[in-house]
């Protein structure tokens, strides 16, 4: 290396130095300790104890832990499907040309804009079984007796479902530049050609938007597992833990029964199934993704 | 490369910098930093007694920060090595605080001081204590009565200046406060009107089921305000913990109180009792169900006047003792409080133990107490204190907290875990119509478990 090009290593790694330091102090160094603190028993006031695999044992023992893993995955599975079947519908309607077409289109952006815990308390209210507004139409529609969303164990969950299909605006967005990124030949041959609307969907439209919708798919995946916000500020985990998810119950471990190591285990856990399954989807996505590059 | 080192150093020499706190000063006195977590007018209180002391001596000042979120806070600020040098939190995380080594111990400051137990009311004593030792400085005690709506009780039929005594009384005081509609008719019965009318419990619920009456009042719901899921046992006689080792949720008494709360739902029908209580208010609010007159009798704390004059000032309501099973047992309460802790690690431990000390003095006590209209903890009180209290029934509260009887939250330090326990518990047994015998058996051993790997933490560390 000679000194020109020395002095320009310098300058880039000075540019980038408080990112540099904001990885290391806030990421990296968390990241690294967590993995040796989920061998320990550490309440952050002392000294860490080494306690070997303890952690992990109890981990599987607990059986809190596999009621949040349950209900998270519960959570994921429902979510994920229900969340790509409204997000696509609603971009291939607000992809149409029809009149006051942007109103739509930021009509359906805005939730995405409102603070998470606003959005909590707001959801607070429109799921109350007494004068909530769902349970209002529920009645108009015929529903004799809507269930009470939140105070129901059976319901808590579907609730916080529901609630999560209302923020879908990102996605909607994303799918939006997606959809006008097919080109218009294309869809104008498969016109002459006598396709049907389906047709144009699941032959065209789907193939060529596929890294899009790999993307969303996966970001979805990666945020629903750390569901927190929601929950915590809506239920606190109830009733009867039917609305405790993994990440709520690893903060309650963290910060309310200070028991660091075991909340670094159950970190490192989440962390080894997202990823787990982040490379399940990238190895799918080889085969079924179409990238025209 | 001697650049990026020195950058390396800077930004280490900085972050050490930084993350020590110096011993502060004002004017050539000594800050003691103070987080509180009341704001209004119970901060307000608080800032008074603090503004007393400042006026009082030239050595000292103490800075009063109010903070939301304090117990997270204060995890984080202890452990990073900058915790304030007094924190206000409540009786409930003294054990946890004491057991994980998170606060200073007070014991031999107290001695010092010349402050002991006999200064205080026996129970709020214990309140401070944990394994032996003083962890904590009550300031504003709290006691938990049950409250009753006088216009309520009227016009049911009933005395408005006598409340239940015992359980039994309370079941039949509910059952004749809760008003069930016809929403065709516009026609209301009480619970009570429809066992006589139709000869039966089971016969009015059922009644109630096939006419599809909505709830319009209830006489008495153990799960308002439900925020003590876990004390109901203690009413019948039973405990949740026997100091030091033992979780005792599947006590025969808490069974039973469990198998008590559930007859509530099962007679007043699970679906109404649940549409009923969503439609509540939150507590600090107009439509808290009790003040909006929504509900005729609740367990809540001596703060409640408090919210009475503010939310409903014209109400006429009384406070006495929770009815318990058997007599022998009445006039006991569920006693807790808000408490000065100074952290680990606090720079200014001598200081902050000053203002402790300023605190217990009788005037300055009754100062904040008076202003959060809540009792004095100390044994004694001036003449005046309860005379010009503006809560009418605080002498009730304090003779709450005498009682040989009076409980508080078990005292151990995995607390916050065994209550997400037992409130789930409550939930399966409430929400889910659970069998409370095996909910409780299953609930029992996982807090065990914590509990004996917690104290042998302790025993290897020699802090038992």
Redesign the interface.
Do not use: C, M, P, V
């Given at each position: 290396m000679n000194k020109s090009e020395r002095n320009n290593l310098i300058k880039g790694l000075l540019f980038i130095s408080p990112w540099i330091i904001g990885f290391v102090t806030f990421v990296l160094y968390p990241f690294l300790s967590s993995i040796y603190y989920s061998f320990c028993h550490f309440n952050v006031f002392e000294p860490p104890q080494w306690i070997g695999f303890a952690n992990y044992i109890n981990l599987f023992k607990d059986k809190v832990f596999w009621i949040s893993l349950y209900n998270t995955f519960f959570y994921v599975i429902i979510f994920i499907p229900l969340s790509f079947i409204v997000s696509m519908t609603l971009a291939l309607l607000l992809n149409t040309k029809v009149k006051g077409l942007s109103f739509y289109r930021i009509i359906f952006y805005i939730p995405t804009l409102v603070p998470m815990v606003a959005l909590s308390i707001l959801w607070l209210w429109m799921f109350n079984g007494e004068y909530g507004i769902l349970n209002h139409f529920l009645i108009k529609m015929g529903v004799p007796k809507p269930p009470n969303w939140l105070a129901d164990p059976r319901y808590a969950k579907p609730a916080i479902i529901i609630m999560g299909l209302w923020t879908l605006g990102q996605a909607i967005i994303i799918y939006l530049a997606g959809l006008q990124d097919v080109p218009r030949s294309l869809l104008e041959s498969a016109d002459i050609d006598g396709a049907k609307w389906y047709h144009k969907i699941f032959h065209i439209i789907m193939p060529l938007i596929s890294p899009v919708i790999f993307f969303n798919i996966l970001m979805s995946v990666i945020i629903s597992f750390q569901l927190f916000a929601q929950p915590f500020i809506m239920t606190g985990g109830g009733p009867g833990r039917s609305t405790t998810f993994y990440l709520l119950y690893l903060y309650q471990k963290a910060f309310e029964d200070f028991r660091m190591g075991y909340a670094s285990s159950m970190a490192w856990i989440l962390f080894i199934i997202i990823l787990v399954l982040t490379l399940f989807s990238i190895k799918i996505s080889k085969k079924k993704v179409y990238y025209g590059g | 490369m001697r650049?990026?080192k020195l950058?390396i150093l800077v930004?280490l020499t900085g972050?050490i910098v930084s993350c020590s706190r110096k011993i502060e000063y004002r004017e050539g006195r000594i800050v003691v930093s103070y987080w509180e977590k009341w704001t209004g007018f119970e901060k307000e209180a608080m800032q008074k007694v603090v503004d007393k002391f400042n006026d009082s001596q030239d050595m000292i000042y103490v800075d009063m920060l109010p903070v939301s979120a304090i117990?997270?806070k204060l995890?984080v600020a202890?452990?990073s090595g900058v915790p304030p040098d007094l924190a206000g939190v409540w009786t409930k995380t003294v054990p946890?605080l004491a057991d994980?080594?998170?606060i200073t111990d007070l014991t031999e400051f107290c001695r010092e001081a010349g402050i002991g137990q006999d200064d205080f009311i026996p129970f709020i004593w214990e309140l401070i204590t944990h394994r032996g030792r003083v962890w904590a400085m009550m300031t504003t005690p709290a006691t938990i009565g049950f409250y009753w709506n006088k216009r309520l009780f009227r016009e049911a039929g009933l005395d408005p200046n006598k409340p239940p005594k015992t359980i039994d009384e309370l079941d039949v005081y509910s059952d004749k406060l809760t008003v069930f509609e016809h929403k065709e008719t516009g026609k209301r019965y009480t619970y009570y009107e429809l066992v006589q009318k139709l000869g039966g419990q089971e016969e009015a619920t059922e009644y109630i089921k096939l006419n599809?009456l909505p709830m319009i009042q209830a006489g008495f719901l153990p799960s308002e305000p439900g925020w003590w899921p876990w004390l109901w046992g203690y009413f019948f006689g039973g405990t949740m913990f026997e100091a030091p080792d033992k979780i005792t949720a599947n006590q025969k008494e808490n069974i039973e109180a469990y198998k008590w709360i559930q007859t509530y739902i099962k007679k007043y029908g699970e679906?109404n009792v649940?549409?009923?209580?969503?439609?509540f208010g939150s507590f600090s609010s107009p439509q808290n169900a009790f003040l909006s007159g929504k509900i005729a009798m609740e367990l809540q704390g001596v703060w409640l006047y408090n919210f009475i004059d503010k939310y409903s000032p014209g109400m006429q309501w009384g406070a006495a003792a929770m009815p318990t099973k058997d007599k022998e047992h009445y006039g006991m309460a569920m006693c807790e409080g808000d408490v000065l802790i100074i952290p680990?690690g606090a720079k200014c431990v001598k200081e902050a133990f000053e203002f402790i000390k300023f605190l217990t003095k009788p005037e300055n006590m009754e100062l904040l107490c008076s202003e959060q209209r809540k009792f004095s903890p100390l044994s004694e009180v001036t003449p005046g204190f309860y005379s010009q209290h503006k809560h009418p029934y605080i002498r009730v509260f304090r003779k709450l907290a005498e009682n040989k009887y009076t409980f508080s939250f078990p005292r151990t330090g995995?607390w916050?875990?065994y209550n997400?326990d037992l409130?789930?518990a409550y939930?399966?047994i409430w929400?889910?119509g659970e069998n409370p015998e095996k909910v409780l058996n299953e609930i029992g051993e996982?807090p065990q478990e914590i509990l004996n790997l917690e104290l042998e933490?302790l025993r290897k560390?020699g802090k038992i």
């Open positions: - | 650049i990026i950058i930004f972050s117990d997270q995890i202890t452990a946890t994980k080594g998170a599809n679906y649940k549409k009923f209580s969503s439609g680990q995995i916050t875990e997400r409130t789930e939930h399966r929400l889910g996982k933490i560390r």
